[in-house]
């Protein structure tokens, strides 16, 4: 059987997510009459303490939905390099809201509210594009899972509010933060505008994210999403698994936080390995040395069942979930630990 640890999406529903899928009450979300989808948004918007919330298909429509809600098509947003609506969701924040980025050279995805405020176009000078949005990112996806301390996210706010900013949070993995950083899901509600929440990650549901914000920039949203065409009718099978996930799937996201930890710990160690990024969550980001090649290594990998990603400029990433599990853990430290 392969080791899949490409990505935490790769995840099947557990026996009792499947029972949950298949004994949930449904309606036509469109209509907005299914109770399950409704029970689920909320959940997720009392959870953050925001007003509201809408359940969409993917993360990156939730981001995109976010994005347009936020922005005026000349406008400028601010994002660090790395960010996920800038390097993965198809050039969208171009094709769907006529707005650019403004890339921020940050540490590991993560930016500074010193960093964001450099950054901003005096709004006077209208030779340069308006800024009007802050997309933030935790954890951080190409930065290796980093996650932010809450007090820098205080300072972002506090600049966003000081400019008249939106602070949207792209929140994909933000459950690993918080169970990682023992952190109150109400404190991102209460200093970001936006969150977007995925359920198809490390809470294993077969799709689906929520985007929980204040009232008036939600006023539009179910608009935008249907013009994105994520409009979905019985979908209360998968706000059920959502359910099922918040209910029985958080906590054990430790565990994914613990084999990362011991997995880079080993990393560390070993001579062909150059350098392994901070592991703080379900992500590890590490880089090969200069002797070995990334093509080698994942082939060596494959021809032992298994599977890691490549993310360009020599970064190898490897990423633990829910169908990972104690077995193929042990095994994989005995491959690592005796590799060449
Ligand atoms: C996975 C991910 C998303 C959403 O991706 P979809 O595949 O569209 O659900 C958004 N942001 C980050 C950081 C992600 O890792």
């Given at each position: 059987m392969i080791t899949d640890l490409r990505s935490d999406t790769v995840?099947?529903?557990?026996?009792?997510?499947?029972?949950?899928i298949v004994n949930a009450k449904t309606g036509d979300d469109v209509y907005k009459e299914d109770p399950t989808v409704n029970k689920l948004e909320a959940r997720m918007a009392s959870m953050f303490?925001?007003?509201e919330a809408l359940f969409f298909p993917t993360g990156s429509m939730a981001n995109q939905a976010a994005i347009k809600l936020h922005t005026?098509?000349?406008e400028q947003l601010i994002c660090d390099k790395w960010a996920h609506v800038?390097?993965?969701e198809g050039g969208g924040v171009s094709f769907n809201s006529g707005v650019s980025c403004r890339l921020i050279d940050g540490d590991r995805g993560m930016i500074t509210a010193a960093q964001i405020e450099e950054a901003i176009n005096p709004p006077d000078f209208y030779h340069s594009p308006l800024t009007s949005l802050v997309c933030l990112e935790n954890t951080t996806n190409k930065g290796g899972g980093a996650c932010y301390e809450l007090e820098e996210i205080e300072r972002i706010h506090k600049v966003c509010s000081e400019h008249g900013l939106g602070l949207h949070l792209d929140g994909a993995r933000l459950?690993?933060?918080?169970?990682?950083?023992?952190?109150d899901p109400k404190d991102f509600g209460k200093l970001t505008d936006s969150i977007s929440i995925c359920f198809s990650k490390g809470l294993g549901t077969p799709l689906g994210t929520v985007l929980v914000g204040k009232k008036e920039l939600m006023r539009n949203a179910i608009r935008i999403r249907k013009v994105l065409g994520g409009g979905m009718r019985q979908v209360g099978?998968?706000?059920?698994?959502?359910?099922?996930a918040l209910e029985n799937q958080v906590d054990r996201l430790k565990e994914d936080h613990l084999k990362?930890?011991?997995i880079s710990e080993l990393l560390a160690k070993k001579d062909y390995i150059q350098h392994v990024e901070p592991t703080e969550t379900n992500i590890v980001i590490f880089y090969l040395s200069k002797d070995l090649s990334e093509t080698k290594f994942m082939n060596d990998l494959l021809e032992k069942q298994v599977r890691i990603s490549n993310m360009g400029q020599g970064k190898l990433r490897i990423v633990t979930h829910l169908d990972?599990?104690?077995e193929m853990h042990a095994r994989l430290l005995g491959i690592l630990d005796n590799y060449k």
């Open positions: 995840t099947k529903p557990t026996a009792g997510m499947m029972d949950a303490g925001m007003d005026n098509p000349g800038f390097n993965y459950m690993n933060a918080i169970v990682a950083k023992n952190q099978y998968m706000a059920a698994a959502a359910l099922y990362a930890r011991e990972y599990t104690d």
